[in-house]
């Protein structure tokens, strides 16, 4: 419950009682928040607004009194959602052990034996001496490996020193990253450390190259054995763990004698331990214990390992027999390195085997036979007994801490040993062992705490007992009460429990606020009057009304001023009444069902709100609410109206409507108070608030109330009445009367809000353009002109718009607004299609304004389309300019352009720049339009996007080509494969990760470098078009004899056949590039140019069906062509060795006509498809009746239009004699 609902607390919006008056200063403040509140408005929906403010039967209801206990003595509220409690986290469970906690000692574990470390400089020219050794001798030279591996053990001793010197990094590190959180230091550090690192890493790559240098050069070395042995070492130290196996068998073989063969088996073991392989470690292990202890320095240690290697095989009896021989190898062999370390670390580790195959009962017998101590026994009975915790075994765990506790009663940790007993109790037993177990952990404290044991022992014995006793309370009490709007158990028992527990956490612990509790947030420490109220809200749950009232008392009583403290007391107000009707009328209570709920405190879910409900939407009460509601209106309707606390009790009822959302009513309530009780503290306030409502109803709803925005209006001369009628008054309420005498002006600019908010934006209209004809002194009337404007647009009536935008500029010609006006202006006729006005406002908005880039524009704004952008005005100029055919203008827009954002925006620059072509190319100037092409690639090819480049270096090679200077052809070549070349250059990627492009300007970009690659290819192909083309048909002379056309036949004509046919199949292949060029979206999309496989396809059609024609065209002798029959064999003899490039063609004119019509884009191309297929076979391809459209001229776009579009009927309709016109 939010206590900020019924008390005089914050205020909505932060508007504090402080601050009388906080809202009016909003009010009168309307102008500087007024766009948001446009955008706001514009966006909300609904239809009308309503007739009158505060409808009759809300009145009736707020006023009318409930039935029930007519006694209303005490003031109060119910108390809150119970306050987390978070759970003590337990201490952390020890981690099941699986390996071994002790590691062999490096002079063990490498063979070698302990010396004392010498200084580095004197190792360091030690190793240059023996590497010019080892480079001066020979490899004949005997003495030579002796050099060797003494440089190969120098090494090592080096290594060792910078191993201790990297380790000495560890605790410095440790200080500055941790705990000091000096990052400065910390990096400092860690570089130091990673550069000691890699010259560790060196030094042992170092000594064990030396090692393999000797082992090559020297196979025969009398003590290889040893060699070996250390060069495995040293790959199994770097890592290299496969070669140091491999170096280990080598040893192995060769050197079955070797003293190192332990070693060497043990390293095997060590291997398959690490990578999991308990079976064949065991082997190993096993194996490496065959070796006596005598010539055996790692036997101990193979026994520990196997004890471990046993426990995870889960042989826990043999892994315990393991460790008892690794204790007894110790106690037996004392001298061996690592004895003492070996024995005490299975005594320690034992346990855990033991734990799996051992009797609670006989640990203890078994712990001193091994153990060197009774201390040491206990030590492990201890772990035994955290193991079985740890593991869940409570029953075991249970009766060894008993043991414990029993055996030592004056021990420091018989505390810990009895809260390990509670916890392991609530884990496993019924509640009432578990309470009996925690008032045994709350007496022994006592006794503990009175005992000589160490003060941080005391302290830790003291937060254990008080951790568990309110962890196993709440945890009960929200069992049964339910948390986390989840309903609980009820259960009645359950709440007694957690009721008794926390009496005796209270009666244990006097001193509570002095304990400390490091298992629970910090946040969430349990203090007396926390608890306190813990236990006196379980008591209201259990509706035990005799209790939970004194219990709410000693809330407030332990903290006045507390979190807690005005729930308390309202709660304790309740209470006290819920036993009045408990004790008195409960007949009534149960006849009714309702009056028990009248002062009922919220069960689960009481306070919660749906979380999707709008700002200012009505929510439903809480239970909580409900009941406070219905506590208050029986003390306004039944506590004598002169008491002194009327106008509080009134006040904060209607809070409760406030904070709910419930405007009218709290409204209806404010007003009351703020007219009725003026010498009240609160009724400035009420004022306040009750204005606020007004507001909230006239402009925040939807569909808002209008008439609430007038009875604002009508509220002005009664309140300055009431609190400002003399000047003793006004001193009083001076920030109320001040505001008051500027809301005339506001009030107006708020009905028209709520017009706008209606969505009646004509009304809204006039209401802003009656403002600015009539309340001139109210100021900001250039926002006033450009809402009008705003709200006329909205109406679709842009002409309207237009005026009111014009005037706003002539009067205003230095407001902000204006400027941005002069942008909307030219936006308007953009959308009425007016482009040469349109243009003209653009070009004065971007030439008096070229710095305004938007920085400023909302999200909203941009949306509304009210954004004003210099260079997006001024590009549309360039465009409308080119559409108009204005080229001088446009050409002047675009050098403008390029003038002011060359810099800034560089990308859009070169296409405005590059647009400016189309002029020539319009006007077939093939010089200049070859010459500013060329100037705009040296210039912008570097920042123009790629699809702008190819599409530049098309144009000229299309704009060469229709030059025809000499040399133009090879030129025009040269740009059209360098536009083909830059597309297949990645080009689509590149434009797919340019960020500075928008998604829809990345796929337009796709498709128009797409278009222009196709394109380019086209015309390469078309040189091959051309050069099919020239093979001219064989000319035929001489008599028309049989024999004469033979010759010609086979001579002429089919070079030509062979020529012709060759330039045809070399022609398509170069088309079929076009039809081949694709771009794969992200969405598997597949983008084709459809224009130019339409033109490509009509190309290769048009080859083929001249092909045929040249076949037709043949000569035919005369005596042939007198002969019918003869004549009819020879034409069908041609046309039979035509007939398959017929289909061909055929085919490819199949192919445009489909394209064009599954794109829907024709052209002559297409249109030169279809003729052929109807010349070619008439009856299957009749020619199309209907019509097409068909691009004649295809320009760039860019960007998107922001102006609302309307057709000129509305608007023609709007500019009547409707409404006023500024």
């Known amino acids: 419950m939010r206590r900020d609902a019924v008390a005089v607390g914050p205020l909505r919006g932060g508007l504090a009682p402080a601050r009388a008056g906080a809202t009016l200063a909003v009010l009168v403040a309307v102008a500087a928040a007024w766009p948001a509140g446009r955008a706001r408005a514009l966006t909300a929906g609904a239809e009308g607004a309503a007739a009158q403010c505060i409808p009759p039967d809300v009145q009736a209801a707020v006023v009318e009194c409930p039935a029930g206990v007519k006694n209303q003595a005490v003031r109060g509220a119910p108390p809150p959602e119970r306050l987390r409690t978070a759970t003590p986290e337990r201490a952390a469970p020890t981690k099941a052990l699986t390996g071994p906690s002790i590691k062999l000692d490096e002079s063990t574990a490498s063979g070698r034996a302990q010396v004392a470390a010498r ?146 088996y043990l390293s095997f073991a060590e291997h398959f331990f690490s990578a999991g392989d308990m079976a064949a470690a065991l082997k190993f292990y096993d194996k490496v214990t065959e070796f006596p202890p005598k010539d055996n320095p790692v036997y101990g240690y193979a026994l520990y390992k196997t004890a471990w290697t046993e426990f995870n095989l889960e042989d826990y009896r043999g892994s315990l027999a393991a460790f008892v021989q690794t204790i007894e190898f110790a106690d037996q ?154 309903p609980g158990t009820h259960d009645k028992s359950t709440m007694q429990r957690a009721a008794q527990l926390y009496r005796l956490l209270l009666a244990t612990f006097p001193d509570l606020d002095q304990v400390r509790f490091p298992s629970i947030d910090r946040r969430d420490w349990p203090t007396r009057y926390s608890v306190a109220y813990y236990y006196a809200e379980l008591l209201w749950n259990m509706q035990d009304w005799g209790q939970c009232g004194p219990a709410f008392d000693k809330v407030v009583e332990l903290d006045p001023h507390g979190a807690y403290t005005s729930d308390a007391a309202y709660a304790a107000v309740l209470c006290y009444n819920n036993l009045y009707q408990q004790q008195y009328q409960p007949r009534q209570t149960e006849a009714s069902g309702g009056e028990e709920e009248a002062g009922k405190k919220g069960g689960a879910g009481a306070g919660a709100s749906a979380a999707d409900a709008a700002r200012f939407a009505p929510r439903a009460f809480t239970p909580l609410e409900e009941g406070m509601l219905r506590a208050f209106s029986r003390y306004v309707c039944y506590v004598d109206k ?132 009539r309340n001139q002194q109210c100021g900001a009337m250039d926002e006033v002109l450009y809402d009008a404007a705003i709200n006329f647009e909205a ?288 969405d598997g999309t597949t983008l084709r140019s459809a224009p130019w496989q339409i033109a490509a396809a009509a190309r290769v059609g048009l080859m083929y069906r001249t092909f045929v024609d040249s076949f037709r065209d043949a000569p035919i002798p005369k005596s042939i062509e007198r002969d019918p029959q003869l004549y009819d064999i020879y034409v069908g003899a041609l046309d039979e060795q035509s007939e398959p490039l017929q289909k061909l063609a055929i085919e490819r004119f199949e192919f445009c006509l489909k394209t064009a019509t599954n794109v829907r884009w024709f052209n002559r191309w297409s249109r030169t498809c279809e003729q052929e297929l109807h010349e070619l076979n008439p009856r299957r391809y009749p020619l199309a009746a209907e019509l097409r459209g068909a691009p004649s001229y295809v320009s760039q776009t860019f960007g998107e239009p922001r102006p609302i579009t309307l057709d000129r009927a509305t608007v023609d309709e709007a500019l009547g004699d409707e409404g006023e016109k500024p």
Request: glycine letters at 4%; charged letters at 30%.
């Open 119 to 264: 200084e580095r400089s004197i190792l360091e020219r030690e190793i240059r001496i023996l590497e010019r050794l080892v480079q001066n001798t020979p490899k004949s030279d005997p003495h030579r490996a002796d050099v060797l591996v003494r440089l190969a053990e120098t090494y090592f001793e080096l290594q060792r020193a910078e191993n201790a010197k990297l380790r000495s990094y560890d605790e410095p590190i440790y200080q500055a990253c941790t705990v000091q959180k000096d990052a400065s230091r910390c990096s400092a550090l860690r570089a130091e450390a990673k550069a000691a690192g890699e010259e560790l890493v060196k030094t042992r790559a170092d000594t064990n190259r030396t090692y393999a240098i000797l082992v090559r050069d020297h196979p025969s070395y009398p003590h290889m054995d040893r060699v070996l042995f250390a060069l495995a070492f040293g790959l199994g130290q770097a890592g290299q763990q496969d070669r140091a196996i491999a170096v280990y068998r080598q040893l192995i073989k060769d050197y079955p004698n070797s003293r190192y063969l332990p070693h060497a």
């Open 333 to 486: 062999h004392p001298e061996v390195t690592d004895a003492k370390a070996l024995a005490q670390q299975s005594r320690k580790e034992m346990v855990a085997p033991y734990a799996r195959v051992g009797s609670p009962s006989r640990a203890l017998a078994f712990f001193r036979r091994y153990a060197r101590s009774a201390d040491e026994a206990y030590g492990m009975l201890e772990r035994l007994a955290d193991t079985y915790y740890d593991n869940g075994d409570w029953d075991s765990a249970i009766a060894v801490y008993h043991q414990l506790i029993s055996d030592r009663p004056t021990d420091d940790k018989v505390c810990h040993w009895q809260v390990q007993v509670a916890n392991a109790v609530v884990s496993s037993k019924p509640k009432d062992a578990q309470l009996e177990e925690v008032r045994r952990s709350a007496k022994l404290y006592e006794q503990y705490a009175k005992a000589p044991h160490p003060k941080d022992d005391i302290a830790a014995c003291q937060s254990d007992t008080a951790s568990l006793m309110i962890w196993l309370a709440t945890a009960w009490h929200r069992e049964a009460v339910g948390k986390d709007g989840s």
């Open 642 to 773: 002169s008491d002194a606390d009327m106008a509080q009790i009134k006040y904060r009822r209607a809070r409760i409507y406030y904070e709910a959302n419930h405007f009218e009513e709290a409204a209806v309530l404010f007003r009351d108070v703020a007219f009725n009780y003026p010498n009240s503290d609160l009724a400035e306030y009420a004022a306040n608030l009750y204005l606020d409502c007004l507001n909230i109803l006239g402009t925040e709803r939807s569909p808002a109330k209008v008439a609430c925005v007038q009875q604002i209006e009508n509220e002005l001369d009664p309140l300055r009445q009431q609190f400002c009628s003399t000047p003793e008054a006004a001193d009083a309420h001076e920030d109320l009367c001040g505001s008051l005498a500027k809301l005339q002006c506001q009030v107006r600019r708020k009905q028209a809000e709520a017009y706008q908010s209606n969505k009646e934006f004509k009304r809204a209209a006039a209401m802003y353009v009656r403002i600015f004809r």
């Open 795 to 1082: 109406a679709r009536l842009l002409g309207r718009a237009i005026q009111v935008r014009k005037v706003l500029i002539a009067r205003y010609p230095d407001s902000p607004l204006a400027k941005r006006a002069l942008f909307l202006v030219g936006a308007n006729y953009h959308a009425l299609a007016f482009y040469d006005q349109a243009a003209r406002y653009y070009e004065e908005f971007a030439t008096r304004f070229p710095g305004e880039l938007g920085k400023d524009c909302t999200a909203k704004d941009r949306r509304l389309g009210v954004c004003a952008v210099a260079p997006d005005a001024l590009r549309d100029a360039v465009f409308f300019r080119l559409g108009l055919s204005d080229d001088t203008k446009a050409i002047a827009d675009a050098e403008l352009f390029e003038k002011n954002y060359r810099r800034r925006m560089p990308i859009e620059t070169a296409r405005v720049v590059f647009s400016v072509s189309s002029i020539y190319v319009r006007r077939k100037q093939w010089d200049a339009l070859i010459s500013y092409d060329e100037r705009f690639l040296a210039r912008y090819r570097g920042v123009a996007t790629p699809d702008l480049v190819i599409e530049a270096e098309v144009a000229l090679g299309r704009a060469l080509r229709e030059r025809g200077r000499r040399g133009d052809d090879q030129k025009a070549t040269r740009y059209l494969r360098a536009a083909a070349g830059t597309f297949d250059s990645g080009v689509v990627n590149r434009i797919a990760r340019d960020r500075d492009l928008s998604e829809t300007e990345r796929a337009k970009a796709i498709h128009d470098a797409l278009d222009g690659a196709a394109e380019a290819r086209f015309l390469l192909a078309e040189s091959d078009y051309e050069a099919f083309q020239a093979i001219a048909f064989p000319r035929y002379s001489g008599p028309r004899s049989k024999d004469r056309i033979d010759r010609w036949a086979k001579r002429d004509f089919k070079r030509w056949v062979t020529k012709k046919l060759a330039a045809l199949k070399k022609a398509e292949a170069a088309y079929g590039k076009v039809a081949a060029l694709k771009v794969t979206e992200r």
